[in-house]
């Protein structure tokens, strides 16, 4: 829309014309008495970045964050259940999976559910990358649902997975963190 971008531009001029401390590209001059012009945009978010690390406590030894000690126990949970019904004979779509593509989901959730329980780096990454395409698909899902039962399922998946995912972002910087010198 040129129209709007042409007003938008006039209403920047006017607003240059009334402010008669500001420069031509719009920005304010330095204060005239000599003190320090207000911090930028990128210097505030810089502070506050920095403020939120500081504010980060290394993980001791050992220790797990909850939504780390959920993650891993949620992969194990997949990855028992996954040959579990693969030996109960579950059939999908009136065909019994492939034993290779079980066994191969079943090792990864199995290795994410060590990595996570051992407080790694790497699982809790592909933890969150699975997570991540679990939102993705059940959004999908959500919007092709065709009753209210399969809505509200694709809404609570949705909704754990994203919880589980927000609260792992923490722990994953808790977990990277070096530890502080004395």
Do not use: C, H
């Amino acid at each position: 829309m040129p129209d709007s971008r042409k007003r938008r531009k006039q209403r920047q001029r006017a607003a240059r014309v009334e402010r008669p401390d500001a420069t031509a590209d719009g920005g304010p001059e330095g204060p005239a008495d000599g003190t320090e012009p207000p911090p930028s945009r990128r210097e505030r978010s810089a502070r506050r970045d920095a403020e939120a690390r500081a504010a980060l406590e290394p993980l001791p030894e050992g220790e797990r964050p909850a939504a780390v000690t959920v993650a891993a126990v949620l992969a194990l949970a997949l990855g028992v259940g996954n040959i579990g019904l693969y030996l109960a004979g579950v059939e999908i779509q009136g065909e019994p999976p492939a034993l290779g593509g079980v066994l191969v989901y079943t090792a990864l959730m199995l290795a994410a559910a060590y990595g996570a329980w051992r407080a790694r780096y790497w699982a809790v990454l592909g933890i969150q990358a699975l997570l991540a395409i679990i939102i993705l698909v059940f959004s999908v899902l959500a919007i092709r649902a065709e009753s209210a039962l399969a809505l509200l399922i694709a809404f609570v998946v949705v909704a754990a997975a994203g919880s589980l995912f927000w609260f792992l972002v923490k722990a994953m910087a808790r977990i990277q963190m070096p530890e502080r010198p004395r």
